[in-house]
């Protein structure tokens, strides 16, 4: 945040009453020369600060304004590290009744604010209160440079508790409408500094400052803008506060959206980032679009300016979410800068928030999947997906995913050898990626086409082929990955191709880990955290992670005895084209969607998690 706006004027003349005392008289000639000689001299110790603190406590007030100007004059050119010795008397000076005094000496405690030892000392020092009296002054002066303080003294985390304790937070949402735009532009940066916590979020709630941070987004000053869009972006964060932000203030999105068309780039990624937080929630989703906010948001990908860019693909990460808006998103253009933006590898992030929207374009239709393809996503997908980051590579294998539901997709994608990529990652050192890949290929085995050849073109390679991916899940410990692979198995299986038959039935490792599983339940994760996997209920066509513990287990069992069948006694028929999906899962304003693996109970529910997110058509 810019520096605040000071409103102390130029040094007056001063005409001293003709008796002095005899310690002022000597402290006004040593103050004289210590200032002619002011760039080599340190008035923070030593005879000059004895000299500044005679005349601070002086009852003459011609010299404590003497005093208080030079502090002014002094911290204005130097900010350092001071102690008590210094603030003592410039916090008596505060005290003073005389308005030029209370000026300069709260712009001098201002400028002493910027150092972060000083904030600490300042508010220790019983520094707010002075400074609270002085915003509730009558002279204009005199408000700017009192907020002015407050918002220096703000930036430090452990003074924003004291504070807000200590009654600011009223008269800075007054002042935040006050007719002089300096004390504006203060108090509402002291207010953006009050809401990063939600402690003080909420404080600030109940001090009135919501209506005043909306109203104010209209205001002609861009730091003004930029301070109360971004103090409601962080207020938005809150679910409590975005329910009231719903029914409180029915003209916020337009104000936001107007805003992404500032002049200002600052406030431009202010107002997107806003609308990414209130989109948590679907009223916000909807209203972003029926307010035109896709236009600019559109404008916003194109941006060259980093941080416009991820604002605008985290907001329209989220505005994603709401299947009525899957379409409008595709029709308004946005399919071809976020295909471009998986290739952003200068921010991970924004890579993340364009394939993660990618994904929940694809969710509720066959349209939008087939659109998403051809635009060129998978191809851009298969270029990228084995360099790209952890997180992205989660993403992008939940992507494929779920475009691999569509029936009608299949052999396309396998015709682009979307396998030759899912493969390699079902050995990803991610949980996540290892399970999103292998629902991938679950997904392309379902109703795959009438020629199962690509699959038997990566039997073996690369990286071991298909064959090793499902010997290693039928080993794992994890019930997930088991169930996934007897279920893909059972649908390579149906699908009669004889050579695929044979090549399964001829793994001698493959079909000895079958039998096992066949033999008895997989063992438990115990303790181990997440969820079991179940079957959906008969009739129902898709795998759900239901977390039926028992009835999990034993339906893995089940499918490995209707896969000894399918190879030994040539049975068949069990699922009838089933495919891997799961619950709808939103994501939040913060998060990124990106889960990340840490011990073996967390890996587990990671993994779950992601497959939740991959392998329904839900977001």
């Not at 402290?27 to 080599?40: C, F, G, K, P």
């Not at 000083?118 to 005199?142: A, D, F, T, W």
């Not at 039997?459 to 019930?479: M, Q």
């Amino acid at each position: 945040m810019g520096g605040v706006s000071s409103c102390c004027g130029p040094r007056r003349k001063n005409n001293y009453e003709p008796l002095l005392l005899e310690n002022e008289r000597e402290a006004v000639a040593d103050l004289l020369q210590y200032l002619e000689n002011r760039s080599t001299t340190n008035f923070f110790s030593g005879s000059p600060l004895a000299a500044l603190t005679t005349l601070s406590f002086s009852d003459n007030v011609d010299l404590q304004r003497s005093a208080a100007l030079a502090f002014a004059e002094i911290t204005e050119k130097e900010v350092r590290e001071v102690g008590r010795d210094t603030l003592d008397p410039v916090l008596y000076l505060l005290t003073s009744h005389d308005h030029e005094v209370q000026r300069a000496a709260s712009a001098a405690l201002g400028n002493l604010a910027v150092n972060a030892e000083n904030k600490l000392l300042i508010v220790s020092l019983g520094g707010l209160e002075p400074l609270i009296r002085q915003m509730l002054s009558s002279n204009v002066e005199v408000q700017c440079n009192a907020v002015g303080c407050i918002t220096n003294l703000a930036t430090h985390d452990e003074n924003k508790t004291q504070i807000a304790k200590s009654g600011a937070l009223i008269p800075l949402t007054r002042l935040a409408k006050s007719k002089d735009m300096r004390v504006q532009r203060n108090a509402t940066g002291a207010l953006l500094n009050m809401t990063h916590s939600d402690e003080n979020r909420q404080q600030l709630v109940s001090a009135g400052a919501i209506p005043v941070l909306v109203s104010l987004l209209n205001s002609p000053d861009t730091d003004v803008q930029y301070y109360c869009t971004t103090a409601l972006s962080n207020i938005a964060v809150d679910g409590t506060n975005r329910k009231r932000l719903a029914t409180s203030e029915p003209k916020l999105v337009q104000s936001l959206v107007q805003l992404m068309d500032s002049q200002s780039l600052k406030v431009q990624c202010q107002a997107a980032l806003a609308l990414r937080n209130l989109a948590s929630d679907e009223k916000y989703q909807l209203e972003i679009v029926k307010f035109d906010g896709l236009k600019p948001l559109l404008r916003l990908l194109h941006s060259s300016y980093l941080p416009l860019i991820l604002s605008a693909a985290a907001c329209v990460r989220n505005v994603s979410i709401h299947p009525a808006n899957e379409s409008p998103i595709i029709d308004s253009g946005f399919l071809q800068p976020l295909i471009e933006l998986l290739s952003f590898d200068e921010n991970e992030e924004v890579q993340c928030h364009a394939i993660s929207t990618l994904r929940n374009l694809a969710a509720s239709s066959e349209r939008n999947k087939g659109a998403i393809v051809e635009a060129g996503a998978v191809e851009r997908i298969k270029e990228l997906v084995l360099t790209v980051p952890l997180a992205v590579q989660s993403e992008m294998t939940a992507c494929v995913a779920v475009l691999a539901l569509s029936d009608d997709l299949k052999p396309q994608l396998l015709e682009m050898g979307i396998c030759e990529v899912l493969i390699p990652l079902t050995n990803s050192s991610s949980v996540e990626v290892q399970g999103n890949s292998a629902a991938a290929l679950g997904n392309l085995s379902s109703k795959a086409a009438e020629d199962y050849a690509p699959f038997n073109a990566v039997w073996n390679k690369p990286d071991g082929g298909l064959h090793a991916y499902l010997v290693r899940f039928l080993s794992s410990a994890d019930i997930t990955f088991q169930h996934i692979a007897v279920w893909t198995i059972v649908q390579l299986l149906e699908a009669e191709d004889d050579q695929l038959t044979n090549n399964i039935r001829s793994s001698p490792i493959l079909m000895s880990s079958i039998r096992q599983l066949a033999a008895s339940p997989p063992p438990s994760r115990g303790g181990r955290g997440g969820n079991d996997v179940s079957q959906g209920s008969e009739g129902d066509e898709d795998y759900e992670d239901d977390g039926l513990d028992g009835e999990g287990e034993g339906e893995i069992a089940t499918l490995a005895r209707r896969i000894l069948d399918l190879t030994e006694d040539g049975g068949r028929d069990i699922n009838d084209g089933s495919h891997f999906s799961t619950h709808h899962q939103q994501s939040s304003g913060n998060d990124n969607g990106n889960g990340n693996t840490g011990s073996l109970g967390s890996e587990h529910a990671a993994l779950r998690a992601s497959v939740h997110r991959a392998l329904s058509g839900g977001h």
